[in-house]
């Protein structure tokens, strides 16, 4: 349909203009349809196949659905193609992702193309055909892991490196005094209570407080403040900690019938070493050497014989022991190696299928599920230097190969079983995540983990993937979790800003508050030109200004009487809503033009 045409009884939204279009309702697209919500921008659903509870949410938002299949042209046009600013594919199969978005550029070449897709090498290729490529693994993970090893997530502006670090006060004060020109993003009270996002530098903070910092590295390090290193082990600690895990690896080779077989070996050449030593006649020795003695033990249990002594002309009894030595030796010499290749098989058999004991792990990071999003983070942990242990349940696990080419240990069991979390040394991990695909295994799985933490529990972070944002905040509130990181929360923002022209750059949590850093470009005719910084919203903090009219020239930090020109870029940081607030007054928000907006589903 013509952008100027009138859409008919039939299709109700075919004339609207400046909406977007959200084709798939399962996972990630319910909290990009409540996000777009809640930042009154209009929305139609395009799902053949929903979920009956995730429909009635769109009804009591007010946002139109249409069951029918978005690989379709009419379905496309009855949603109002012709006017949408953008178009997000976040079906529940890559193939038919993939197939809207074409048929969506085969439609209409202007409109933004949003898509959820996890294959590198598809997403490439859209990519060369002007289609966003967003991944909710990737985007969710750094925030994971950010939460595991209390690492500085660095953050890249207009090329140049910055960091966003968190760190606990260790004495009371103002942010200016205890961290000079570093910008403040977060305090997050020590007792509990609301997180002061974006705070001024003359904030009073207490001892105890957890406060998120934005600068450079040296910057950072100059305030001493370190991240990781604070927590993390010295090398020297992790030369002892692999030699342990070596000892323990040995430890677990040797299993009972191999040691008793050893120990009998050995009594039988200690035996004979001193019969010999004591009565054994060498011509032109009045005693046989004790080294010569073992010598010639050994020859004669392995059978080797390379004639330079011999029971010959000893006496009839030492003949005779000569002879219970050879059999007995070759007895037990047998035994030995038998056992010592069935342990070293069986290991290797364990090791294949994940299910042998691990011993002597320390300070370890523990992730339970191996998805797409548990893959991604293991993937960034050893890229990290940390040392990581799996616990998958399933044996058919895709990943699988994937994770033992990193040599990263994986043990096939359930996570939610006490004898599954001390089999991989629970006690001793340095941080726990949680990343099944099912909420409520991750809930079942953290009260496990929590109950066999014991007195560990308040220092160890366990992080919890939990894919509903409303239960996030309800197992945060109700369970005590410190660390419920909701991958459609971290991830909707990015899908959102792509399709309204807000470019999500990173985003991490603050306490539970999670923030989003974007880049934002000034409009000639917008709201924010000739605006002083200091004019925007309290919970919002510009972190730095690429100058147009200077090359790029990136203005860090700016100051707050700083102002806004046509055609800079801007990097902001702040909640969500705060952003988009920005960008509406920059640029006012796309509405239905001479349209009235149904109030429910479309059936």
């Given at each position: 349909m013509a952008a100027g045409q009138t859409a008919g009884p039939d299709q109700p939204y075919a004339g609207w203009r400046g909406h977007v279009i959200v084709c798939g309702l399962h996972g990630v697209g319910l909290s990009i349809v409540e996000e777009l919500n809640l930042s009154g921008v209009p929305a139609v659903v395009v799902d053949d196949d929903p979920d009956l509870r995730l429909a009635r949410s769109l009804?009591?938002?007010?946002?139109?659905?249409?069951?029918?299949?978005?690989?379709?042209?009419?379905?496309?046009?009855?949603?109002?193609?012709?006017?949408?600013?953008?178009?997000?594919?976040?079906?529940?199969?890559?193939?038919?992702?993939?197939?809207?978005?074409?048929?969506?550029?085969?439609?209409?070449?202007?409109?933004?193309?949003?898509?959820?897709?996890?294959n590198p090498a598809v997403g490439r290729a859209l990519t060369g055909i002007a289609i966003s490529v967003l991944d909710v693994a990737g985007l969710s993970a750094p925030a994971i892991v950010e939460a595991c090893l209390h690492t500085p997530q660095e953050i890249r502006l207009a090329g140049q490196a910055f960091c966003a670090a968190r760190t606990v006060a260790?004495?009371?004060?103002?942010?200016?005094?205890?961290?000079?020109?570093?910008?403040?993003?977060?305090?997050?009270?020590?007792?509990?209570?609301?997180?002061?996002?974006?705070?001024?530098?003359?904030?009073?903070?207490?001892?105890?407080?957890?406060?998120?910092?934005?600068?450079?590295?040296?910057?950072?390090?100059?305030?001493?403040?370190?991240?990781?290193?604070?927590?993390?082990?010295?090398?020297?600690?992790?030369?002892?900690?692999?030699?342990?895990l070596l000892a323990a690896a040995l430890a677990q080779a040797a299993d009972r019938r191999l040691a008793i077989a050893l120990g009998a070996l050995f009594a039988v050449l200690a035996g004979s070493t001193i019969v010999l030593r004591l009565a054994y006649h060498l011509p032109g020795y009045r005693s046989f050497?004790?080294?010569?003695?073992?010598?010639?033990t050994v020859e004669t249990v392995t059978t080797v014989g390379y004639g330079d002594f011999s029971?010959?002309?000893?006496?009839?009894?030492?003949?005779?022991?000569?002879?219970?030595?050879?059999?007995?030796?070759?007895?037990?010499?047998?035994?030995?190696?038998?056992?010592?290749?069935?342990?070293?098989?069986?290991?290797?058999?364990?090791?294949?299928?994940?299910?042998?004991?691990?011993?002597?792990?320390?300070?370890?990071?523990?992730?339970?599920g191996l998805g797409a999003v548990g893959m991604t983070v293991v993937q960034r942990l050893v890229g990290q230097g940390a040392d990581v242990v799996v616990?998958?349940?399933?044996?058919?696990?895709?990943?699988?190969?994937?994770?033992?080419?990193?040599?990263?240990?994986?043990?096939?069991?359930d996570g939610t079983q006490p004898q599954t979390?001390?089999?991989?040394?629970?006690?001793s991990a340095a941080a726990?995540?949680?990343?099944?695909?099912?909420?409520?295994?991750?809930?079942?799985?953290?009260?496990?983990?929590?109950?066999?933490?014991?007195?560990?529990?308040?220092?160890?972070?366990?992080?919890?993937?939990?894919?509903?944002?409303?239960?996030?905040?309800?197992?945060?509130?109700?369970?005590?979790?410190?660390?419920?990181?909701?991958?459609?929360?971290?991830?909707?923002?990015?899908?959102?800003g792509a399709a309204l022209g807000l470019e999500v750059l990173n985003t991490f949590y603050a306490g539970d508050e999670p923030l989003l850093v974007a880049r934002l470009t000034v409009t000639q005719d917008g709201g924010l030109a000739g605006l002083a910084m200091r004019d925007l919203a309290a919970r919002t903090r510009v972190l730095a200004i690429s100058r147009s009219s200077d090359d790029g020239y990136l203005e860090?930090?700016?100051?707050?009487?700083t102002r806004f020109r046509a055609g800079d870029r801007a990097y902001l940081i702040g909640p969500y809503e705060e952003l988009l607030a920005v960008l509406r007054r920059d640029r006012p928000a796309p509405g239905a033009a001479d349209q009235t907006r149904p109030t429910g589903r479309t059936d």
């Amino acid at each position: 349909m013509a952008a100027g045409q009138t859409a008919g009884p039939d299709q109700p939204y075919a004339g609207w203009r400046g909406h977007v279009i959200v084709c798939g309702l399962h996972g990630v697209g319910l909290s990009i349809v409540e996000e777009l919500n809640l930042s009154g921008v209009p929305a139609v659903v395009v799902d053949d196949d929903p979920d009956l509870r995730l429909a009635r949410s769109l009804l009591g938002w007010g946002v139109p659905h249409i069951p029918a299949s978005p690989r379709s042209p009419e379905t496309l046009a009855e949603a109002g193609l012709a006017g949408a600013a953008a178009v997000i594919c976040a079906l529940e199969h890559d193939l038919a992702t993939l197939e809207t978005a074409l048929l969506t550029r085969e439609l209409r070449a202007d409109v933004r193309v949003i898509v959820q897709l996890g294959n590198p090498a598809v997403g490439r290729a859209l990519t060369g055909i002007a289609i966003s490529v967003l991944d909710v693994a990737g985007l969710s993970a750094p925030a994971i892991v950010e939460a595991c090893l209390h690492t500085p997530q660095e953050i890249r502006l207009a090329g140049q490196a910055f960091c966003a670090a968190r760190t606990v006060a260790r004495r009371a004060g103002r942010l200016r005094e205890l961290y000079g020109a570093l910008a403040p993003v977060a305090v997050a009270p020590a007792g509990g209570g609301e997180v002061v996002v974006c705070p001024g530098r003359d904030e009073p903070v207490a001892a105890g407080d957890e406060v998120t910092l934005f600068g450079t590295a040296e910057e950072l390090r100059a305030a001493g403040v370190t991240g990781r290193a604070e927590h993390g082990p010295t090398r020297p600690e992790r030369r002892v900690r692999y030699l342990r895990l070596l000892a323990a690896a040995l430890a677990q080779a040797a299993d009972r019938r191999l040691a008793i077989a050893l120990g009998a070996l050995f009594a039988v050449l200690a035996g004979s070493t001193i019969v010999l030593r004591l009565a054994y006649h060498l011509p032109g020795y009045r005693s046989f050497p004790l080294l010569d003695a073992a010598y010639f033990t050994v020859e004669t249990v392995t059978t080797v014989g390379y004639g330079d002594f011999s029971f010959r002309h000893q006496s009839p009894w030492l003949m005779a022991g000569a002879i219970a030595l050879m059999l007995a030796g070759a007895l037990f010499v047998a035994v030995f190696f038998a056992l010592l290749t069935n342990a070293l098989i069986s290991r290797r058999i364990e090791e294949s299928l994940g299910r042998r004991r691990f011993t002597g792990l320390s300070g370890h990071v523990l992730v339970i599920g191996l998805g797409a999003v548990g893959m991604t983070v293991v993937q960034r942990l050893v890229g990290q230097g940390a040392d990581v242990v799996v616990v998958e349940k399933s044996e058919g696990n895709r990943h699988l190969a994937e994770l033992r080419g990193l040599g990263v240990p994986v043990l096939i069991a359930d996570g939610t079983q006490p004898q599954t979390l001390a089999s991989v040394s629970l006690a001793s991990a340095a941080a726990v995540a949680i990343l099944t695909s099912d909420d409520l295994a991750n809930l079942e799985t953290g009260l496990a983990v929590r109950d066999q933490l014991g007195e560990r529990w308040g220092s160890t972070p366990v992080v919890l993937r939990m894919f509903d944002p409303q239960l996030a905040r309800t197992v945060r509130s109700s369970f005590g979790f410190g660390f419920v990181r909701s991958t459609a929360a971290l991830a909707a923002p990015w899908f959102v800003g792509a399709a309204l022209g807000l470019e999500v750059l990173n985003t991490f949590y603050a306490g539970d508050e999670p923030l989003l850093v974007a880049r934002l470009t000034v409009t000639q005719d917008g709201g924010l030109a000739g605006l002083a910084m200091r004019d925007l919203a309290a919970r919002t903090r510009v972190l730095a200004i690429s100058r147009s009219s200077d090359d790029g020239y990136l203005e860090y930090p700016p100051r707050r009487g700083t102002r806004f020109r046509a055609g800079d870029r801007a990097y902001l940081i702040g909640p969500y809503e705060e952003l988009l607030a920005v960008l509406r007054r920059d640029r006012p928000a796309p509405g239905a033009a001479d349209q009235t907006r149904p109030t429910g589903r479309t059936d």
